[in-house]
T-cell receptor, first 110, second 118 residues
Framework: GQQVMQIPQYQHVQEGEDFTTYCNSSTTLSNIQWYKQRPGGHPVFLIQ?????EVKKQKRLTFQFGEAKKNSSLHITATQTTDVGTYFCAGSGGAQKLVFGQGTRLTINP | GAVVSQHPSRVICKSGTSVKIECRSL??????MFWYRQFPKKSLMLMAT?????????EQGVEKDKFLINHASLTLSTLTVTSAHPEDSSFYIC??????????????FGPGTRLLVL
């Protein structure tokens, strides 16, 4: 079945440094979604990418969808302490259900 | 918009009892709702997909007689953990699917229910 791999599992940065998490699917995706989960909280939808090669920005966050629609990345520029949390990618192969990556836990040294 | 509520947020119960968790989409109709389970510091594991008015589709390894799902309306789905045991203790999260034009379906998550079975 479809698998979504996400790396790294953990990332610790100094405040102000950049951060990137990568997502790879075993199959071509129809779309990919990104979620953020704060410690003790629930996943919050960030963005959905649909088109091949798509790039979307939300302030300091940049999301990319690969040309082959099998990989994606989330890049945060100049991290702030409010960026702490676990970032999950979730891929859809066309069916309704999402397959989640393992998540990347971001911690920040102020 | 796209708010999903979940009740209760926390529940502690004795082993052998049943626990019902409600998931509601507050400001939209969701033809599909999803139930996930999340262990500490782990990813979300899909348990079942629930479509309004029909039987839920369970993922491999999830006991449908153990985790009863009812999706009675376009805004309400319930998960009942029957005869709960300590190994059922977990964080249960529901999501509701919102279909968007040209963008497929986006899932919006409820706040989750922390279940502790003693």
């Amino acid at each position: 079945g479809q698998q979504v791999m996400q790396i790294p599992q953990y990332q610790h940065v100094q405040e102000g440094e950049d951060f990137t998490t990568y997502c790879n699917s075993s199959t071509t995706l129809s779309n990919i979604q990104w979620y953020k989960q704060r410690p003790g909280g629930h996943p919050v939808f960030l963005i959905q990418l649909v088109k091949s090669g798509e790039v979307k920005k939300q302030k300091r966050l940049t999301f990319q969808f690969g040309e082959a629609k099998k990989n994606s990345s989330l890049h945060i520029t100049a991290t702030q302490t409010t960026d702490v949390g676990t970032y999950f990618c979730a891929g859809s192969g066309g069916a309704q259900k999402l397959v989640f990556g393992q998540g990347t836990r971001l911690t920040i040294n102020p | 918009g796209a708010v999903v509520s979940q009740h209760p947020s926390r529940v502690i119960c004795k082993s052998g009892t049943s626990v019902k968790i409600e998931c509601r989409s507050l400001d939209f109709q969701a033809t599909t709702m999803f139930w996930y389970r999340q262990f500490p510091k782990k990813s979300l594991m899909l348990m079942a997909t629930s479509n309004e008015g029909s039987k839920a589709t369970y993922e491999q390894g999830v006991e449908k007689d153990k985790f009863l799902i009812n999706h009675a309306s376009l805004t309400l789905s319930t998960l009942t953990v029957t005869s709960a045991h300590p190994e059922d203790s977990s964080f249960y999260i529901c999501s509701a699917g919102l279909r968007q034009i040209l963008a497929g379906e986006t899932q919006y998550f409820g706040p989750g229910t922390r279940l502790l079975v003693l």
